[in-house]
């Protein structure tokens, strides 16, 4: 069954809004996700022999990669060999009615296929293209292959991440990549909105090893002014304490944070050692950080001496900050989770029922949805390709000269 696009009279915020998404893997696919997922008509266009590797990432049942039915879903896939002249041609017709352009090829990619921009916004001058790459279009890091990986290293966040006496240490998941994701689908509809006023569209330069070094915080300024280095610091940081995770009496852990300066006296109060709120250096969260051995004694000990449940229920009548430290299996009998609607099920033509997380946030007017999950390579093409007024002649002359 082929899914009809997204109707523009239906409440969904994005809907009547065309993007194309041509960018594989992660962090542009997730920006094209965020934005079908609030109503905008995505088409994913894949090359014809080699689909976006993300279907081929993780675990995958009977077949299917269980990844791409998260990152693929409310997508329409088409294939396309951009480099073929008839695929340019097609891409060239489909942009001539599109909003977005998502694209993470090296930089000159496109360029060398005569894509570019001069080519792209002739044929639609409120054409809006997000150019995603691991450093950006320009400066001496550009024409690198790079993913990731690469901007969690160079940001400096796995300098920071990790024990005092252990290696850097880097996310077991696409953390970079899904901040640029996000970034990037906020920078689509920033771009948008300038379009609102001025009629035409412009190009996003989106390097992925901005946005994490954005929510790193204020290292480069703490270095410019103060020549600070942020260390590794394990679970604990410079600006407060107690701040850690800490094992409870049947084995499971929990995390205690304390960044209110009233938080942290209720749980020195909790674990019975309120002769220590009065001590000058407890007054601040840096001079707190500095007592971290004492004050990680202090409520590591007593938390050690109690059950989970008992722990959580004590510093939940405290109205002290602790959450379990939880896995997948937690998170999804989780009553906050439920009660809040994150993860949700639909069922998919493929696999049945599926559970996975709901839209980013919630909208009180006009909300997002999930209406289906990522489908199989090429699926919609000679769907898409009918809208955009081909013929069966013309189809079949492209899929003979392999542009399709």
């Not at 599109?98 to 060398?112: C, H, K, M, S, Y």
């Not at 894509?115 to 320009?138: C, I, M, Y």
């Not at 099920?345 to 909208?363: A, I, K, S, W, Y």
Request: aromatic share 6%.
């Amino acid at each position: 069954m082929t899914p009809p696009p997204p109707e523009a009279g239906t409440a969904a915020p994005l809907a009547g809004l065309r993007v194309l998404d041509l960018a594989t893997l992660f962090a542009g696919p997730l920006a094209a996700t965020m934005l079908g997922d609030f109503g905008a008509d995505v088409i994913k266009v894949e090359h014809p022999t080699r689909p976006d590797p993300a279907r081929g990432h993780g675990p995958a049942k009977n077949g299917v990669g269980l990844w791409w039915k998260l990152l693929g879903r409310n997508k329409r896939t088409i294939t396309l060999d951009l480099s073929t002249p008839g695929g340019r041609a097609v891409l060239l017709r489909l942009a001539a009615g599109a909003d977005v352009i998502v694209e993470n090829f090296r930089p000159g990619t496109l360029e060398r296929w005569d894509l570019g921009w001069p080519e792209l916004s002739a044929a639609n001058p409120r054409l809006v293209l997000a150019r995603v790459t691991a450093f950006g279009q320009f400066g001496p890091y550009a024409s690198r292959p790079g993913f990731g990986t690469l901007a969690e290293a160079l940001s400096g966040f796995a300098a920071i991440t990790g024990e005092p006496d252990g290696p850097p240490t880097l996310p077991p998941f696409g953390l970079a990549d899904s901040i640029a994701g996000l970034a990037t689908a906020y920078a689509v509809m920033t771009a948008l909105a300038a379009r609102e006023r001025t009629g035409t569209g412009q190009v996003i330069d989106m390097a992925i090893i901005e946005p994490i070094l954005t929510v790193l915080g204020p290292q480069p300024l703490w270095y410019d002014q103060l020549g600070h280095v942020q260390p590794r610091t394990g679970n604990r940081t410079g600006n407060n304490a107690p701040r850690n995770t800490y094992r409870t009496s049947d084995g499971t852990w929990v995390a205690v944070s304390t960044s209110a300066q009233s938080v942290a006296e209720r749980v020195l109060r909790l674990v019975g050692r309120p002769e220590l709120i009065d001590e000058p250096w407890f007054a601040t969260g840096a001079g707190r950080a500095a007592h971290a051995d004492v004050l990680d004694e202090a409520v590591g000990g007593w938390i050690a001496r109690h059950t989970r449940t008992e722990v959580l229920a004590a510093f939940d009548k405290a109205e002290a900050a602790i959450a379990p430290v939880q896995d997948v299996r937690d998170v999804m009998a989780d009553p906050q989770y439920r009660a809040l609607g994150t993860l949700t099920t639909l069922h998919d033509p493929e696999l049945g029922p599926l559970r996975m997380q709901n839209v980013l946030f919630r909208l009180s007017a006009t909300p997002g949805a999930i209406r289906w999950a990522g489908r199989p390579h090429g699926a919609d093409t000679d769907a898409v390709l009918t809208e955009l007024g081909l013929t069966p002649k013309e189809l079949a002359a492209l899929r003979a000269e392999g542009a399709l």
